[in-house]
């Protein structure tokens, strides 16, 4: 009962302390938002994306694409809330480093570790993605139509 109570007090407080109202004997300024508004907007750093290249150059089994899709969420989450971008994949060095080359990866792998009757436990995220690619607007379409039938075939689906 006592962390119900310490919560809702830290929460009133949190509250209280986010009203914008000027105590009564100070002049009133104009809002922050309209200086942030008129202020020129700061240039967006460039992305470090070798954290990805690693994870991806290292990346084996399921798991470790897993570790490489965790990096590409930290640096796609900080890179569109900085470009103001609803959809992440739609930046070219995202989309390079964080589909097209997680995509590429699998598959090599599907196809390598696939035997007759067989299929690598990627065989399927693979096609799935080789799939989504193929099937876009994307300047890699085509390559990606071949490695999705690759991949079916070495795995069989």
């Known amino acids: ?18 009203k914008s109202e000027p105590p009564k004997d100070q002049p009133v300024s104009a809002p922050a938002t ?16 070798s954290r990805v290249d690693k994870a991806l150059a290292e990346a084996k089994v399921s798991d470790d694409f897993d570790k490489v899709f965790a990096e590409c969420m930290s640096i796609g989450l900080e890179l569109a809330m900085a470009r103001k971008l609803a959809d992440i ?4 060095d995202y989309f390079t480093h964080c589909e ?36 876009s607007d994307r300047p890699e379409a085509a390559e990606f139509k071949k ?5 079916k075939k070495a795995c069989g689906l």
């Open 147 to 151: 490695i999705d039938q690759d991949v």
């Open 89 to 92: 994949k739609t930046d070219p």
């Open 34 to 49: 309209q200086a942030a508004a008129t202020a020129p907007a700061a240039p967006v750093k460039a992305a470090d994306w």
């Open 1 to 18: 009962m006592k962390t119900i109570s310490l919560c809702t007090c830290v929460a009133l407080l949190a509250v209280g302390c986010n």
């Open 100 to 135: 097209a080359g997680p995509a590429r990866a699998e598959a090599k792998i599907a196809i390598k570790n696939s035997k007759p009757n067989k299929m690598d436990s990627l065989c399927i995220a693979a096609s799935m993605k080789a799939e989504e690619i193929a099937g």
